[in-house]
């Protein structure tokens, strides 16, 4: 379970009113398709408009980022799902520089809740892969070759970036819970936390991590995607001095251990003398 210490960050907030003011952040949906749920985030209606209270937002980025760090820093995957049209290539960016795995073509049913039967699906691209760099691939006919190729484009469409991942991911980051649904309840079914960019029209309670905003501003995507992938890259970078620190400690021990080898050796030199 991830600690509640872990969710107040100790630094400077990692954005501010103003920048997701001006990504559009504060635009919800039409007052008629509201989900009464967001209540609490709504700071007021304008010309028939939700907008959204963005000093909740504020915080609510503050806390997810600092939860998503953790995960990171422990060398646990956040799964990124963004398959809507303004947010799939800033995500697939975003989320490629810090090597987590994302899922912006269409969900593949039981991606979580059937995931053996999805690595046997990345294991198959694998194969395909190795067959391509055989020396046997000369030897296949042309039509052959074409079939085999397609069948890899198809299973890298779907599979992509989550084909270095292993086992199931620590938590999954969301833009809009009402088109990726079907991932929110997969991952509801195993227990794995979710964290969610939530826009006035979705339901929150079907959210850990709740970040009040406009899901379909790309700038307003962009902004919090990438505070989260900051988050990301801090908690990597924390990980990686931890353990050359523990590198650096375990290799004084040997030293000490070689000494403490010496003295013995010197002391036994002396008595027989």
Not at 31 to 53: L, S, T, V
Not at 64 to 87: D, E, M
Not at 184 to 202: C, H, K, Y
Not at 244 to 249: C, P, Q, R, T, W
Request: overall charge negative; proline content about 4%.
């Amino acid at each position: 379970m991830l600690l509640l210490g872990h969710l107040k960050s100790k630094q400077m907030p990692r954005t501010n009113f103003q920048d997701l003011l001006d990504a559009g952040a504060h635009f919800g949906h039409l007052k008629r398709k509201w989900n009464p749920n967001m209540a609490p985030y709504i700071f007021m209606e304008k010309n028939g408009i939700h907008i959204i209270d963005l000093q909740k937002t504020v915080v609510k980025i503050d806390e997810a980022a600092a939860a998503i760090k953790q995960i990171a820093k422990s060398g646990r995957k956040v799964l990124f799902v963004a398959t809507k049209k303004q947010a799939k290539e800033l995500v697939s960016d975003l989320v490629k520089s810090v090597g987590m795995p994302y899922v912006t073509e269409r969900w593949p049913g039981g991606m979580l809740t059937n995931f053996p039967t999805i690595r046997k699906a990345v294991k198959k691209m694998i194969s395909i892969d190795k067959m391509m760099k055989d020396t046997s691939w000369d030897n296949l006919s042309k039509r052959e070759k074409l079939q085999i190729t397609r069948q890899r484009a198809k299973l890298e469409k779907v599979l992509g970036s989550i084909s270095d991942l292993t086992r199931l991911p620590a938590a999954l980051f969301i833009v809009d819970v009402l088109k990726e649904k079907i991932a929110v309840r997969e991952a509801q079914r195993l227990g794995i936390p979710v964290f969610a960019i939530v826009d006035t029209n979705s339901n929150p309670e079907d959210v850990d991590f709740v970040i009040p905003a406009n899901d379909d501003a790309s700038q307003s995507i962009r902004l919090i995607v990438g505070a989260m992938c900051d988050a990301i890259r801090e908690g990597l970078n924390e990980r990686k001095v931890e353990k050359d620190k523990d590198g650096a400690e375990e290799n004084d021990n040997e030293d000490e251990d070689v000494d403490v080898e010496e003295e013995v050796e010197e002391e036994e030199d002396s008595d027989e003398e």
